[in-house]
């Protein structure tokens, strides 16, 4: 039942900006860990950044100064803003959530989005 889409993704000259949105459905965004992922052209997808429930965020080293995770509550939804960016940056951007299954394993269950394009290039 849950599901993440993610958008705002496009192509971008080296130091611009973009936004990308991820909504939700089946889930509520501020009660669980979101993250953003990133899979560029024959590389592993990697960590990009995360934010708890309680708001605490976390970056990869590459994208620390340069990339901001937020959720916004009103719309049940986390946000990625790209600044500074780099031909480095081309890849596609996937919404990660975890959500506790609420059992006494402790069990936790993910989901992803689609993906959304994002490219870098002059």
């Known amino acids: 039942q849950v599901r993440l889409v993610e958008s705002g993704g496009g192509l971008v000259q080296p130091g611009g900006s973009l936004r990308l949105s991820c909504a939700a459905s089946?889930?509520?965004?501020?009660?669980?860990?979101m993250g953003w992922y990133r899979q560029a052209p024959g590389k592993q997808r990697e960590l990009v950044a995360t934010i708890t429930s309680g708001g605490v965020t976390n970056y990869a080293d590459s994208v620390k100064g340069r990339f901001t995770i937020s959720r916004g509550n009103a719309k049940n939804s986390v946000f990625l803003q790209l600044n500074s960016l780099k031909p480095e940056d081309t890849a596609v951007y996937y919404c990660?959530?975890?959500?506790?299954?609420?059992?006494?394993?402790?069990?936790?269950?993910?989901?992803w989005g689609q993906g959304t394009q994002v490219t870098v290039s002059s």
């Open positions: 990660n959530q975890k959500v506790p299954s609420g059992n006494w394993r402790g069990e936790v269950y993910e989901y």
């Open positions: 089946g889930s509520i965004v501020s009660y669980n860990t």
